[in-house]
């Protein structure tokens, strides 16, 4: 084998050498100059097998050659001798040895769908069973006979998110009861494997769905009670796409570059730093924002212990300690004197008490005997009642001694100064007494002192945040170093070639706006004024510009509703506002020589055969296209689609509804199912390998250049010379 494949007509020693025995004494360069020139004018299929010798160079047999030599054969699952034959002329696409890899070919995917079973549609009632091969299989039929349905079902009962949103509506409505295919006794069964394990995912109507997982002991299936791990990986590694939504993904560079991205784990990696970044930013600019506010609270306060020192200095600070003084001294003699009053008070009621004694007097017949004392006794009981009256009379003079005194006219001059200072006071502070105002002072400038130390953070945030601005864009130029090396080497050795255009995608600037302001369609004026500097020069200089707009919207020429809405945005929105960057979009080559185009500058069918050269080179789990081939010329199916089928269906399953022959048939598909429709209800008509004879009759009649397609097949491997 390595002798027939030398590029050398002419063979050297050296070229047969590793497979030639010691002893052996045939011709090999006769032999291996023959086979490489039969090589060259046909491919021809070379089988390699071992004599199982007992030892290395040895003569005897044994077991020591067994399984070093091999050849991988792609027959029927039941193997007769046509399929041999077919593989034998289909070399290139049906036999392997050990000498062209290295690994045997199609290892059976980890994930793959195995069959769909649905029945009480309303396209029909009796069940349907689609079974797929963990290769190709290709689903074929005319117009009108449910194959897009298909799709849907599987779609709709394993929850596979749309890559377009443009049309996930349109699509939801078709999976409905109300609107769609279903009814509410729709029954949907899709069995697939994932990692060795089986699975039965079972569907009623618009009900979640039930996972069932078959038991390996007794082969039986058992309800998985936490299906969502299985159920969300599935949705995560099965991939559909309808032809409207290819042409969706190809009418614009996001949809495919979040793909193209997705592939890659180093930007995926990247764009979670930069959403922890983004968090970062959100977090600091809101503190910012509340210190700014603290900002106005520090002027406020800064002004207010101003204010009150500067009513302490013109009241005069010490004026009023000195009549506070004398008001307290005052206050102490007042009470003093209250004091005086009350133990006077207290004493006349003592004698006014003894003036109610009833005076003395005796019986007639020994008044004689002590008339002399009474009459004394009654004497000085009249002197209480002069006494009370003196100390009354003593009382008032007191009284009057005192409202008299000096003293008590300073009380009443430093009393009304007084009175007119705390109302002077009252008029500038607020308050009569200056020891509030004293007070408020010495909190007001802690405070200040505290605000001051929390405002001194702001320039360090301001830095900040624009440190993580920074580290977000040279995390978006490294994600565009990444994908670009991703794309040349996914592309090596094609006509086409993709790069990235940073920041390209300015329309992208709107709709995240749009999205973070909530309003999808309104503001039209005001958008197109906010974003026109986009349109001109440096973009990420214009970004900038763009933001700082809004940071002064109001001294801007924008409508007051939408100064409004702006002002009253959240400070996480306005944060979100600073990090918008355009996305980036693709810049494409398509054929060599010719000039990078944006990917909605190319045609329908160029954009087409963009998107899908990507789908089917990438990937190890199942993928499903609804008529890929739309808007392709057949040169394109052959050229993109059959030959991407041809090497990607090695590493995972692809399920295809097609129209056109070339897929099924030179894209050498494993399994074909024909699908038709009595008018009523849609039907399975046949399914099976792409070598029986029935089926290759039915693709004939069906499909659009079906015949030319065998017939090309035929000629390039020189097989099937007459027309069946």
Not at 427 to 442: K, Q, Y
Request: proline fraction near 2%; aromatic fraction near 6%; hydrophobic fraction near 35%.
């Amino acid at each position: 084998h390595k002798a027939s494949n030398s590029s050398s007509d002419v063979l050297q020693e050296s070229s047969y050498d590793d497979i030639k025995t010691i002893n052996d004494d045939r011709n090999f360069k006769k032999i291996a100059t023959l086979i490489n020139k039969i090589n060259k004018e046909k491919k021809i299929s070379k089988l390699t097998f071992s004599d199982n010798p007992s030892e290395k160079d040895g003569t005897k047999h044994g077991i020591e050659g067994i399984g070093k030599e091999w050849t991988w054969i792609k027959m029927k699952e039941n193997p007769n001798l046509e399929s041999l034959k077919q593989s034998m002329n289909i070399n290139l696409r049906r036999i392997k040895n050990k000498y062209e890899q290295e690994e045997r070919p199609y290892k059976l995917p980890t994930v793959w769908i195995e069959k769909l079973l649905f029945s009480n549609t309303k396209i029909n009632k009796d069940e349907v069973e689609i079974n797929f091969s963990p290769q190709m299989t290709s689903i074929i039929g005319g117009r009108g006979t449910g194959k897009s349905s298909l799709f849907t079902l599987m779609r709709g009962l394993m929850n596979i998110p749309f890559k377009s949103n443009n049309i996930k509506k349109e699509i939801n409505k078709i999976y409905s009861s109300r609107e769609g295919i279903l009814d509410e006794s729709t029954l949907i069964k899709i069995f697939f494997y994932m990692e060795g394990d089986y699975y039965l995912l079972d569907g009623k109507g618009e009900e979640p769905p039930k996972l069932f997982k078959k038991n390996r002991d007794n082969e039986r299936f058992i309800l998985e009670t936490t299906p969502d791990v299985i159920l969300n990986r599935l949705k995560e590694q099965v991939e559909v796409y309808s032809q409207k939504e290819i042409f969706e993904i190809a009418k614009e560079s996001e949809s495919l570059i979040e793909i193209i991205d997705s592939d890659i784990k180093e930007v995926k990696e990247i764009k979670k730093d930069i959403e922890e970044l983004e968090k970062e930013y959100i977090e600091k600019y809101s503190r910012y924002i509340r210190l700014k506010e603290k900002e106005k609270d520090h002027v406020l306060l800064k002004k207010e212990v101003e204010k009150d020192k500067e009513t302490i200095s013109e009241i005069g600070d010490s004026n009023y300690a000195s009549l506070i003084k004398k008001e307290e001294c005052n206050k102490n003699i007042l009470k003093g004197l209250e004091e005086l009053n009350e133990k006077i008070d207290k004493n006349l009621k003592t004698i006014e008490e003894l003036q109610e004694i009833e005076k003395l007097s005796l019986e007639k017949n020994i008044d004689t005997i002590l008339n002399p004392m009474i009459k004394e006794i009654n004497l000085e009981l009249e002197k209480v009642e002069e006494i009370f009256v003196k100390i009354k009379e003593k009382k008032e003079v007191m009284s009057n001694l005192v409202i008299g005194s000096q003293w008590n006219k300073d009380k009443i001059q430093s009393s009304k100064e007084l009175e007119e200072l705390k109302k002077r006071m009252v008029e500038l502070t607020g308050n009569s007494d200056i020891s509030v105002v004293m007070e408020r002072i010495e909190a007001n400038s802690q405070k200040i002192a505290i605000l001051e130390s929390e405002l001194s953070r702001l320039d360090t945030l301001e830095q900040e945040k624009e440190t993580i601005i920074k580290k977000i864009r040279e995390k978006r130029e490294e994600i565009k170093r990444k994908r670009d090396l991703f794309l040349e080497k996914k592309f090596l050795g094609t006509e086409i070639k993709i790069v990235s255009d940073i920041y390209r995608a300015k329309d992208s600037f709107e709709k995240i706006f749009r999205k973070i302001i909530g309003k999808e369609t309104e503001f039209e004026s005001d958008i197109t004024k906010l974003t026109a500097d986009l349109n001109r020069g440096l973009i990420l200089t214009n970004v900038d510009r763009v933001i700082e707009k809004l940071q002064r919207i109001e001294e801007t020429e924008y409508s007051v509703r939408f100064k409004s809405l702006i002002k009253d945005l959240r400070p996480e929105n306005v944060a979100r506002i600073n990090l918008i960057l355009p996305n980036d979009e693709l810049k494409i080559t398509y054929k060599a020589n010719s000039s990078p185009k944006l990917i909605n500058q190319l045609s329908a069918g160029q954009r087409t055969s963009i998107v899908l050269s990507y789908l089917l080179s990438r990937g190890t789990t199942p993928l499903l296209l609804d008529q890929p081939e739309d808007d392709l010329d057949n040169k394109l199916i052959c050229d993109l689609i059959v030959k991407g089928s041809l090497i990607n269906k090695e590493k995972r399953q692809l399920i295809i509804i097609t129209h056109n022959a070339n897929i099924p048939i030179n894209g050498d598909s494993e399994w074909v199912v024909v699908m038709e429709s009595n008018g009523k209800e849609i039907l399975k008509k046949i399914e099976s390998d792409i070598d029986d004879s029935v089926l290759v009759k039915e693709i004939c009649e069906i499909m659009e250049g079906g015949k030319e397609a065998f017939k090309q097949r035929d000629s390039k491997y020189e097989i099937w010379a007459k027309e069946e």
